[in-house]
Nanobody
């Protein structure tokens, strides 16, 4: 079993910055893709950014140039640096990871979510 522990959410003024972090804890052979999603009230979770095991990032258009995803494979962490935050970025942010417990099987895990609030 694996737990994804998120930190770094909070309240920030429009134009400000926050850094989210997520650490994978548990029986881990290898972590493949790691991602950040967000969910607005009453909506489905949407992908914000993802990063491959090799470090290749992808972003949704609305955050390109403002958010940066990174990972540290040795520490089993993924981070999301969010700059120039806008009120529409306010949501609950979730960490997601594809984790192998052995060479054969991969499972998908979610964190519990961290609230990001952006005041106008």
């Amino acid at each position: 079993q694996v737990e994804l522990v998120e930190s770094g959410g909070g309240l920030v003024q429009s134009g400000g910055s926050l850094r989210l972090s997520c650490q994978a804890i548990g029986q881990i052979y290898r972590i493949n893709e790691m991602s950040w999603y967000r969910r607005y009230p009453g909506k489905q979770r949407e992908l914000v950014a993802s990063i491959s095991a090799g470090g290749s990032p992808q972003y949704v258009d609305s955050v390109k140039g403002r958010f940066t995803i990174s990972r540290d494979n040795a520490k089993k962490t993924v981070s999301l640096q969010m700059n120039t935050l806008k009120p529409e970025d306010a949501a609950v942010y979730y960490c997601n990871a594809d984790v192998q417990h052995s060479p054969k099987y991969e499972y998908n895990y979610w964190g519990r979510g961290t609230q990001v609030t952006v005041s106008p």
